[in-house]
């Protein structure tokens, strides 16, 4: 089925461990971005790319990477977790053409928890 | 830098009502967009807003955009409990492409 895959759905990290959330589309989607969601502070954008070799920082991006090296995928690296970046995780992609006409596809979110 | 404010953040309302919910932004922009999300479960699009005075209407569900006023809203008429969810407005920078989200409103219907 068409759409956007994250994996894992849920993961538990120590402190200071690194690990990639993975995110992929078939949609041939131009737009990609990385939100995090905590409770009363809705989705907060971590990195976003308008395409492929193009990336760049969103609203809380300390801590974390990420690359686009083809069209379909777009990893989020998580440097050295810390209890602080405990949340869920979702990856979007959109259509840019018809000028951003079409919302965002969402993934099914990945919950991470950092002890 | 791109702000996007949402109100109410909480509104428990009864079945059968009308109510509003009002999305303000802070800067320049001409593509707003509202998702709805279930509790536990990933969001899904509403609608997509492109020009100043566009309205799209699904069901119960009405949205309008002011880009004059940076403000849109999204209207519920005769409110039925399967509506309960967490609405969220985002809006895209024209200056970045960023596209931001508001803290969005919870809303719980009472049977």
């Known amino acids: 089925n068409a759409g956007v895959t994250q994996t894992p759905k849920f993961q538990v990290l120590k402190t200071g461990q690194s690990m990639t959330l993975q995110c992929a589309q078939d949609?041939?989607?131009?737009?990609m971005s990385w939100y995090r969601q905590d409770p009363g502070m809705g989705l907060r954008l971590i990195h976003y790319?308008?395409?492929?070799?193009?990336?760049d920082q969103g609203e809380v991006p300390n801590g974390y990477n990420v690359s686009r090296s083809t069209t379909e995928d777009f990893p989020l690296r998580l440097l050295s977790a810390a209890p602080s970046q405990t949340s869920v995780y979702f990856c979007?992609?959109?259509?840019?053409?018809?000028?951003?006409?079409?919302?965002?596809?969402f993934g099914s979110g990945t919950r991470l928890t950092v002890v | 830098e791109l702000k996007v404010e949402q109100n109410p953040l909480f509104l428990s309302m009864q079945e059968g009502k009308n109510y509003t919910i009002y999305c303000n932004y802070s800067?320049?922009?001409?593509?707003l967009y509202w998702y709805r999300q279930d509790p536990g479960k990933s969001l899904e699009s509403l609608f997509v807003?492109?020009?100043?005075?566009a309205v799209k209407q699904e069901g119960r569900l009405m949205a309008s955009l002011d880009t004059k006023a940076r403000l849109s809203t999204l209207h519920i008429t005769a409110a039925v409990h399967d509506l309960s969810a967490t609405y969220f407005c985002?809006?895209?920078?024209?200056?970045?492409?960023?596209?931001?989200f508001g803290k969005g409103t919870r809303l719980h219907i009472l049977p």
């Open positions: 979007a992609s959109s259509s840019t053409r018809g000028q951003g006409q079409y919302g965002y596809t």
């Open positions: 985002a809006v895209r920078n024209d200056r970045d492409d960023k596209i931001i």
């Open positions: 949609m041939n989607h131009e737009y």
């Open positions: 800067t320049t922009s001409d593509r």
């Open positions: 807003l492109l020009s100043n005075g």
């Open positions: 790319s308008v395409g492929a070799g193009i990336t």
